[in-house]
């Protein structure tokens, strides 16, 4: 176990600063969701605002800032784990370590999807408790379905750069990162009503579950030469 504790360990030294860099951006983005909320609620009214919020046309997504915040911490996160090993071919070191390739790979996946699932977390975490602390069920269920979807879409991000990143052939790393912004777009999509997500929820959990193997297969491709 310890060769792969040591990858941890390494993969963490190039990631912590876009971690930390992304998470205080998102816990800045959602204190200044609330900081507007409260001021709204200050002129309206609690009463008054939760109303014209929930039966406003168009509806009043109050926390539209949050859409794009998975989605950078995503980006910054894999490309800063990524970048490196490819263009700096260090991919290479990494796979004539100790252990297996596949398992190398899976590692290094492994431990970026634990790091988004810990960004995620805090920030949902602390936008939930807020909500819940001014809005009744009624407003902050929906609004937590809306949210997850957009959630979900950091865990399809960081899996295709992964899996287009370690691609040995440049022109399937541009259909793989044309494939995943076509399908990327069906997590960010207009929210026309709050709990927009609520029926699409389990299909894109799933899309987003079966996209993490994929790095294995572009892992499998760099060990054996392809081009």
Known sequence: MKPIWHLFYKEWIKTRAAFFGTLIVGIGVVFYIFIGVENRITLMGA???????????????????????????????????????????????TLHLPVGNRTLVAGMALYG????????????????YKNSVLFPAEVTVPVRETLLGWFLAAYWVYNFIAFTALEPNRM????????GIVVLSLYLYHVPFHGAYSTSMPVLAL???????????????LNKGER
């Open 113 to 128: 999807l634990l790091l988004i699932t810990l960004f995620n977390a805090i920030v949902l975490a602390l936008f939930c």
């Open 172 to 179: 399937r790393q541009l259909f793989y990162a044309l494939t």
């Open 47 to 93: 009463k008054g605002y939760t109303l014209y919020m929930l039966y406003n046309n168009p509806p009043v997504i109050y926390y539209g800032l949050l859409r794009y915040i998975p989605l950078l911490a995503a980006v910054c996160i894999g490309v800063s784990q990524y970048a490196p090993e490819v263009a700096q071919r260090r991919i290479r070191l």
């Open 207 to 221: 899309m987003a579950l079966l996209s993490c193997p994929l790095v294995l297969f572009s892992g499998y491709r």
